[in-house]
Nanobody, 126 residues
Framework: QVQLVESGGGLVQAGGSLRLSCAASGRTLIGLSMGWFRQAPGKEREFVAAIRWSGDSTYYADSVKGRFTISRDNAKNTVYLQMNSLKPEDTAVYYC???????????????????WGQGTQVTVSS
């Protein structure tokens, strides 16, 4: 069992930056592929970014490509989402998720992720 706790959210002006962290406990992140998703008010939760368990592949939603960077530090059992050039439309609750490795990696599919955090609020003011 893996427990995931997100942190680093907050209120920032448009054009600013935030770094979200996702700390895992209960087991090591080694062997787990990780993803970030977000849910804006009145909208469905959507894919943001993902990193393969090996760290050698990353994917991004088109809406954040070039602005957000996902990374992982297995030694710290933590995954990060660096968010730059933030826009008001990035306002959402951001969730971290973990997917067990060893088979096909479904980076974009929410149902393929086995563990979820509680989320952290990001608000971008215009």
């Amino acid at each position: 069992q893996v427990q995931l706790v997100e942190s680093g959210g907050g209120l920032v002006q448009a054009g600013g930056s935030l770094r979200l962290s996702c700390a895992a406990s209960g087991r090591t992140l080694i062997g787990l592929s990780m993803g970030w998703f977000r849910q804006a008010p009145g909208k469905e939760r959507e894919f943001v970014a993902a990193i393969r368990w090996s760290g050698d592949s990353t994917y991004y939603a088109d809406s954040v490509k070039g602005r957000f960077t996902i990374s992982r530090d297995n030694a710290k059992n933590t995954v990060y989402l660096q968010m730059n050039s933030l826009k008001p439309e990035d306002t959402a609750v951001y969730y971290c998720a973990a997917q067990r490795g060893g088979g096909t990696w479904y980076a974009f599919s929410q149902t393929a992720y086995n563990y979820w955090g509680q989320g952290t609020q990001v608000t971008v003011s215009s």
